[in-house]
């Protein structure tokens, strides 16, 4: 089975980087060019939605250095890959807190979402200044200014950032970490994980084949039995 929708936690840039003895910014631009093979792969294989965790609401903490890097490198990925997107017919959603972020990129960020609004052969989720507790949070907070008393799962997950998709099927991170690192946390209630070693700028489209086989071969049962376990 060809997952719906895969998710990648694109973690390890900046021990990619040390390892090659780099500055960790090194590893950030490599990892940002890792991002148009994966994109480009999974669209041949017709997966339809691809969610990537590109910068959280905790690595505001960073140091300055290296937080005003990713906040040049940031528009700088949407402004030269744009146009290559748009021909390929992705549809660019951002999710996450951008207010956070100043003015200029937030700029680019919704003009990449409204320049590619139209297109669905596959959509492109970027998790910016994102967080799944604060994704959770906002959500019930919207759900208090709409005036509702009670809620169902339906209203509630229309109400995440991820409004209207489908959950994550695989959630993919790299560079040997076995945590969630507030992704996804509503959404990934029946997700299957992929971890692997490989640091982000490595991750190749080998890489995520071998991922995709994995995904293969696991058997999905949320909560209940396959069909020849029952007996
Ligand atoms: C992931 O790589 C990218 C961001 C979190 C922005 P890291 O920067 O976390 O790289 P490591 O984990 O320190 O190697
Ligand atoms: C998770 O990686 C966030 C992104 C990949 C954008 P981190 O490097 O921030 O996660 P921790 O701090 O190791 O949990
Ligand atoms: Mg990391």
Redo the contacts with the bound molecule.
């Keep these: 089975m060809i997952p719906t929708h895969v998710a990648f936690i694109?973690?390890?840039?900046?021990?990619?980087a040390s390892a090659r003895g780099m500055k960790?910014n090194e590893?950030?631009r490599a990892?940002t060019e890792n991002i148009r093979g994966i994109i480009r792969h999974s669209k041949n294989l017709g997966i339809k939605y691809l969610t990537f965790y590109?910068?959280?609401a905790e690595?505001f903490s960073r140091p300055v250095e290296e937080v005003g890097f990713?906040m040049k490198l940031i528009p700088e990925f949407f402004n030269r890959e744009i146009v290559e997107l748009t021909q390929e017919g992705a549809r660019i959603q951002i999710i996450g807190d951008i207010s956070q972020f100043a003015k200029p990129i937030q700029m680019v960020l919704r003009q990449a979402e409204k320049l590619t609004r139209q297109n669905d052969t596959i959509i492109l989720n970027f998790a910016l200044a994102y967080g799944g507790r604060q994704e959770i949070v906002q959500a019930v907070n919207r759900l208090i200014e709409s005036g509702k008393k009670q809620v169902t799962e339906q209203d509630f997950s229309d109400a995440l950032y991820t409004g209207g998709m489908p959950d994550p099927d695989l959630i993919i991170r790299t560079?040997g970490e076995q945590r969630v690192s507030n992704f996804l946390l509503y959404q990934s209630a029946y997700s299957e994980f992929y971890f692997t070693p490989v640091?982000?700028p490595d991750f190749s489209v080998d890489e995520y084949d071998k991922a995709l086989a994995d995904y293969h071969s696991r058997k999905r049962r949320f909560g209940g039995l396959d069909a020849d376990e029952n007996h």
Excluded: E, K, P, V
């Design positions: 694109m973690d390890g840039n900046g021990r990619w960790r590893g950030h990892g590109a910068f959280s690595n990713l560079s640091y982000w």
